[in-house]
């Protein structure tokens, strides 16, 4: 057999798989998010948060906090983020505004020992919408003063993100430990600022709404004690978290945080929404403005819940 010809089959050898299944297929690109969080005082935000972090399919590109103190919500970020071993993703607290209840996490957030974040939430949503123009979702998982703020500074950088996310309303059913469950309620996102969810709907960007029809998930007792069991730093810091709480986990920021991955845990309808001064969001007659989410497959929820927080997924 002639040199040259040997050389080649060899470098074919080299180069070829053996088998077609051993071909690599390239991994799908990281969805990048923003979340917008109230972290500090139900428990929620802090899972919400730490799904987020397990998740290889996000690219957390900040954080900001909202509502009443700030500071002290983005020294809790600070602080889960330093345990969770992702130090460097950019935080930023919101401009305070006058609290309407006591944080309960505030030992978690005194034993930080970052610097205060800049209160610049808004500037980290417009520079990171420029930045990546048309890609980034925004996951808002509190009151929305934050996003009111950033669509006033400049509507035009606003509308360069993707989506909105949202955590928020209420279309036919209350809160459940309300008597009149049947009856929509004011939910607390969207009655402490009303005015920035008639902002957000205005300005075209396409916005799913996760209200309490659909997210009201108690965490289930066995899952608790799985999640808080494991051994890794965050789950330490959030069965620190939730001891101080005080609270039951009711699991609606994470399924809001869940539905930006797999929108599957949440199959939305189109539907034209008004809000009014009381926070009340009422479907009416007209052109859809927003997604909105009625129920949700709980089942698959828990189970990639349990398959991202645990290490004996369901």
């Known amino acids: 057999m002639p040199r040259l010809l040997i050389i080649l089959l060899a470098l074919a050898t080299l180069t070829l798989p053996a088998h077609p299944h051993q071909i690599p297929h390239p991994k799908p690109a990281a969805t990048p998010i923003l979340i917008d969080t109230d972290i500090g005082d139900d428990i929620d935000d802090a899972f919400a948060l730490a799904y987020a972090l397990h998740t290889p399919q996000f690219h957390i590109l900040g954080i900001t906090t909202t509502f009443g103190d700030t500071v002290t919500r983005a020294h809790i970020v600070s602080h889960l983020l330093a345990d969770a071993g992702h130090p460097n993703i950019p935080i930023a607290a919101g401009i305070p505004t006058p609290p309407n209840g006591t944080l309960t996490q505030t030992a978690y957030a005194k034993s930080d020992t970052h610097p205060n974040a800049p209160q610049t939430a808004a500037t980290l949503i417009l520079d990171t919408a420029r930045t990546h123009p048309h890609e980034v979702t925004l996951i808002a998982i509190g009151p929305l003063f934050n996003i009111g703020a950033a669509i006033d500074r400049d509507p035009t950088a606003f509308r360069l993100l993707k989506r909105v996310v949202v955590m928020g309303g209420s279309i036919t059913h ?57 051994p890794d730093p ?31 845990f949440c199959p939305t309808t189109p539907m034209h929404l008004e809000v009014d001064d009381k926070g009340f969001t009422r479907p009416t007659p007209g052109k859809p403005n927003v997604n909105v989410c009625l129920t949700s497959n709980t089942p698959a929820f828990l189970q990639s819940l349990s398959h991202h927080l645990t290490s004996q997924p369901n």
Request: proline share 10%; net charge negative; charged share 20%.
């Open 174 to 230: 209350g809160y459940d430990d309300d008597p009149k469950t049947s009856w929509p309620s004011s939910e607390w996102n969207i009655r402490n600022d009303p005015a920035s969810l008639r902002k957000l709907l205005a300005t075209g960007v396409p916005i799913y709404l996760m209200p309490l029809d659909s997210t009201q998930i108690p965490l289930p007792a066995d899952l608790q004690t799985r999640i808080l069991a494991q």
């Open 234 to 264: 965050l789950s330490q810091a959030l069965a620190e978290l939730t001891r101080e709480a005080h609270r039951p986990v009711i699991l609606y920021d994470v399924l809001t945080t869940a539905f930006a991955t797999n929108p599957t």
